[in-house]
């Protein structure tokens, strides 16, 4: 799903790195792109989606279903001057809405950063466009 242009000018993006097997534990997702020193969080959910302008927010999220927040202690990022944060997962607590839950061989996940945002002056929040991450 198509993230839409926020105040940089463009639209925010997301990426991983690291293994799509489960075992090594090592995946690394980013974003990029945003207004500098604004605050970010990513996002999860098992189904993709399409909501455009959620509660008000200038962007489009591309999850459906329970979502997700990577709200724990250091999980709520500031973009800094660059624009762009990154958040280490831990596949054995993924944030699900009533507890964590690990990522078994098999399970697609879904993913997108939702981040503050200001548009003519006014503020607002936008998101990144969505990665899907199919493990094995």
Not at 20 to 42: E, W
Not at 81 to 97: E, F, K, N, W, Y
Request: net charge neutral; charged share 10%; hydrophobic share 40%.
């Amino acid at each position: 799903c198509p993230a839409n242009v926020n105040s940089t000018g463009v639209a925010a993006t997301i990426r991983a790195t690291g293994s799509v097997t489960v075992v090594p534990n090592d995946v690394v997702l980013f974003a990029s792109d945003m207004p500098q020193n604004a605050l970010a969080y990513f996002l999860i959910s098992r189904t993709q989606g399409f909501v455009a302008g959620p509660a008000g927010s200038a962007g489009n999220l591309c999850l459906g279903g329970d979502i997700g927040r990577f709200v724990g202690f250091g999980q709520i990022l500031n973009t800094g001057t660059g624009g762009a944060v990154s958040l280490p997962i831990d596949l054995t607590r993924l944030p699900q809405p009533t507890m964590n839950v690990a990522a078994m061989p098999g399970d697609t996940w879904n993913f997108t950063c939702w981040f503050r945002d200001a548009i003519g002056g006014s503020p607002t929040s936008n998101f990144t466009d969505g990665l899907r991450i199919d493990f094995r």
